[in-house]
């Protein structure tokens, strides 16, 4: 059974910076895609980015384009977001996923809080 754990969640002024992680045990992390959602408050979960299983390819939401950069250290079986010019509507709950053996998200992390403030 994979386990997510992701942290690096925090509280940051607009213009501001934050590296979220996720932690993934229980499966070989290299063979799968790992991707970050979010849920803003009172609204639905929504794509932000995600990453090949050896970290050649990885792609984007459009809202996040040239701010957000997703990387993975497969030895450390770590996923990262690098997020920088946070805006207000960057605030969310930040959750890592991954896909399994049928191509969908089979396993989501308990998500980290992030709060621009303006």
């Known amino acids: 059974q994979v386990q997510l754990v992701e942290s690096g969640g925090g509280l940051v002024q607009t213009g501001g910076s934050l590296t979220l992680s996720c932690a993934a045990s229980?499966?070989?992390?290299?063979?799968?895609?790992v991707g970050w959602y979010r849920q803003p408050p009172g609204k639905e979960r929504e794509f932000v980015a995600a990453i090949s299983g050896n970290g050649a390819k990885a792609n984007y939401a459009d809202s996040v384009k040239g701010r957000f950069t997703i990387s993975r250290d497969n030895f450390k079986s770590t996923v990262y977001l690098q997020m920088n010019s946070l805006k207000p509507d960057d605030t969310a709950v930040y959750y890592c996923t991954q896909e399994d053996e049928l191509g969908t998200w089979g396993s989501w992390g308990q998500g980290t809080q992030v709060t621009v403030s303006s």
């Open positions: 229980g499966r070989t992390f290299s063979d799968f895609v």
